[in-house]
């Protein structure tokens, strides 16, 4: 049984999200505070997490913020009162996997939630598909039974989409791929995948890159199409 966590302060969301979860044969857990939905990723087991961005005292930002920082992966969905740019884009930059704004529809949150939860499995199986190493001619190493990646000899820092990505188009040097095509080949296309996430990712992996060696251009855009990945 997959176990979710619901981090959200309005007892009447949460009573409707954990109703129609349970139905769906899904595990709930609930808080609604960021402390203690910390405290409960460090003692309890769960595969997802919808968190509210507007919780009192540590907000969804920060909680989202702390947990990618302690290395919790789980997918998580944002849910956010305002149809605001701003949110997404933050919320893409500090780790979040989707957004749903409120108010919305219980079936089609739990729609969104079986996609990215197959998403990750899919991800996972992707991870064994490129092999333990990637090695390449510029300077760039990866090493994918560990989840590493070094550059010029140093370590990059990357969150899993960002290694899986990178990893991705490293093993496919030269060829240009759209957005769609790497969603579908690293997080798994489904409808409700935004493809700015895809630039999100690609711009945090082209400044860690360049905080090395800033005259690295390893990803280049394709204008009109996608990215690719140039080896040598």
Request: charged share 30%; aromatic share 8%; proline share 4%.
């Amino acid at each position: 049984m997959q176990r979710i966590l619901i981090v959200d302060d309005e007892p009447s969301v949460v009573d409707v999200v954990r109703s129609r979860f349970e139905r769906e044969g899904f595990a709930v857990g609930e808080t609604g505070s960021g402390e203690d939905a910390l405290l409960r990723l460090r003692n309890e087991t769960y595969d997802l997490l919808i968190l509210d961005i507007g919780l009192p005292g540590i907000d969804g930002f920060g909680v989202l913020r702390q947990m990618r920082a302690e290395g919790f992966e789980q997918p998580v969905i944002m849910l956010t009162a305002r149809a605001d740019e701003v949110d997404r884009v933050v919320g893409l930059e500090l780790g979040a996997d989707d957004y749903v704004v409120k108010p919305f529809s219980p079936r089609e949150l739990v729609a969104r939630v079986r996609a990215l939860l197959r998403r990750t499995a899919e991800a996972s199986r992707l991870r064994q598909q490129i092999g333990d190493a990637v090695p390449t001619s510029n300077g760039l190493q990866l090493d994918n039974a560990r989840r590493r990646a070094m550059f010029r000899d140093v370590q990059l820092t990357l969150r899993p989409k960002e290694f899986d990505l990178l990893a991705y188009l490293a093993s496919h040097p030269g060829q240009v791929f759209t957005r769609e095509v790497l969603l579908g080949q690293v997080w798994g296309y489904d409808e409700y995948v935004d493809a700015r996430t895809v630039d999100v990712h690609i711009r945090r992996l082209r400044s860690k890159l360049s905080e090395i060696d800033p005259e690295s251009n390893l990803i280049q855009t394709e204008w009109g199409i996608g990215y690719r990945f140039i080896e040598g």
